[in-house]
């Protein structure tokens, strides 16, 4: 239900969100991703987090557990979340992509436009302040823009992601520093200005009465309770620093 402010309480936030999973782990928009998948894997973290972390798409670990940067990489986002005092279960982590792309390789265009209307049920009902894209493919998805990340990482700026304005902050794929070390010494460095973007708080919403409409077409239900064969992953684990 909607206030006269237009906003939901955190905990009717944290239901929609639920729900949202519930049609996510039954979504079947890209055939190879629906038939090639083991789970859908929706996001996790803390449901009313000031801090949005967007990644690429699940490998073969998250894959298989459900639970997104749970392999070498989300070992490097923990270690340079805890550098800045924070942790997991403070902020909200998901992918572009919800499912994972056969052999790792490159989300295509059409699952990139088919999995975003997920991301943007995300942002709409966790209300971050700041999303910090992680490389490529989140950066161009929610600037709208085809400039790549070596131009932007590190600058911050504000965007209108559906009603909400959020403070966009771009810095590198932890899977590409992981590599190169200069590359990491950037990333520590950009990710050291977050508690600064945090502390300023989200950026000024628009008021109501300028508000788009927003798209109708919500993701399809279950309906009949399908799960998209993931039954070795539970909902309350996929979500369980909720
Ligand atoms: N890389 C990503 O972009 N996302 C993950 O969840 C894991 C690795």
């Known amino acids: 239900m909607l206030t006269a402010q237009g906003t939901r309480s955190p905990a009717e936030r944290r239901e929609a969100l639920k729900e949202v999973l519930a049609q996510a782990r039954a979504c079947e928009r890209c055939p190879e991703l629906a ?33 997104p940067f749970v392999g070498r990489a989300g070992k490097l986002l923990d270690q340079l979340l805890g550098e800045i005092g924070l942790e997991r279960g403070e902020v909200w ?9 056969p052999g790792n390789r490159d989300p295509l265009p059409v699952e ?15 209300e971050p302040s700041v999303i910090c894209t992680l490389g490529n493919f989140a950066t161009k998805l929610l600037r709208g823009d ?16 559906g009603r909400r304005a959020v403070r966009l902050y771009p810095i ?4 590409a520093a992981l590599y190169t070390p200069s590359m990491l010494a950037t990333l520590r460095e950009d990710f050291m200005r977050l508690p ?6 989200p950026p000024e919403q ?13 993701p399809e239900t279950a ?20």
Not at 46 to 65: I, K, R, T, W, Y
């Open 35 to 67: 038939a090639t998948r083991k789970t859908v894997v929706f996001g996790s973290g803390n449901a009313d987090a000031q801090l949005m972390f967007v990644g690429e798409a699940p490998g073969a670990s998250e894959d298989e557990q459900g639970i």
């Open 93 to 101: 982590v998901c992918n572009v992509l919800k499912c994972r792309p």
């Open 112 to 126: 990139i436009e088919n999995c975003q209307e997920y991301l943007r049920r995300q942002v709409e009902l966790i």
């Open 146 to 161: 085809p400039t790549g990340i070596t131009r932007l990482h590190g600058k911050p700026e504000t965007v209108l992601l």
């Open 172 to 175: 590198y794929h932890p899977a």
């Open 196 to 201: 600064e973007l945090l502390a300023q708080g």
């Open 206 to 218: 628009p008021p109501p009465e300028a508000w788009e409409p927003l798209a109708v077409d919500e």
């Open 223 to 242: 309906g009949n309770g399908a799960d998209g064969g993931q039954e070795h992953v539970s909902e309350a684990d996929q979500l369980g620093l909720f």
